[in-house]
């Protein structure tokens, strides 16, 4: 049992330097690009997270919810009686409930245009960009102006956008780029979306 705590001990002591080495190198500040993607659940709610860490430093926030028309989730109910909070639902429902690709793009557009205040206010230090990869694979908008306006922003706002299938594009000009993965989901047990977990 000794010699595995030693050894423990010098690996842990190993691990330690290179950390605390890279952390050292790690000296540059600037407002990050985050994307947070893929097929599995808690991209929103990783988003979700960052309000409240922002917001625990003092930060003013603002979110703009696209595709998602619903108005009476928990996370809207709490974050948006918060002063600091500036929370926009600028969906109409699902591609699959609207079924109209004019209205959808409409839609998308008069969000997009409470984004791009947003993203030239230098008062926002967290822009959240909640389901914008859509908007992007449908073209509703333009990804070449979306990405010039997010590339355009204050030097020390932070972004995050989410979404599944987000574009190479967005990926490459993102700071950081997180792939949930679907692995099980309680949906496909006939489960049915549940208070504080999913709505």
């Known amino acids: 049992m000794t010699d595995i705590n030693e050894r423990h001990n010098k690996r842990m002591e190993k691990k330690k330097a290179v950390i605390d080495k890279n952390i050292a190198q790690a000296d540059k500040e600037k407002g990050l690009l985050l994307v947070l993607t893929g097929n599995g659940k808690g991209k929103s709610s990783s988003a979700f997270g960052m309000i409240a860490r922002s917001l625990g430093h003092g930060m003013k926030v ?14 809207e109910g709490y974050f948006s009686r918060d002063p600091n909070v500036d929370w926009h639902v600028t969906g109409e429902g699902f591609t699959w409930d609207t079924q109209n690709r004019e209205q959808d793009i409409e839609t998308s557009e008069k969000g997009w245009a409470i984004a791009q205040n947003m993203l030239q206010d230098p008062s926002y230090k967290l822009v959240v960009l909640d389901e914008l990869t859509y908007l992007l694979s449908y073209k509703y908008l333009d990804s070449d102006s979306v990405l010039a306006d997010i590339n355009g922003r204050h030097d020390n706002q ?14 490459e000009a993102a700071d950081t780029v997180s792939e949930i993965a679907d692995i099980k989901h309680a949906y496909r047990e006939g489960i049915k979306a549940q208070k504080g977990i999913d709505l």
């Open 62 to 75: 603002g979110v703009v919810q696209f595709i998602k028309s619903r108005t009476d989730t928990g996370e």
């Open 158 to 171: 932070h972004v995050v956008v989410t979404g599944r299938a987000a574009s190479d594009a967005l990926k």
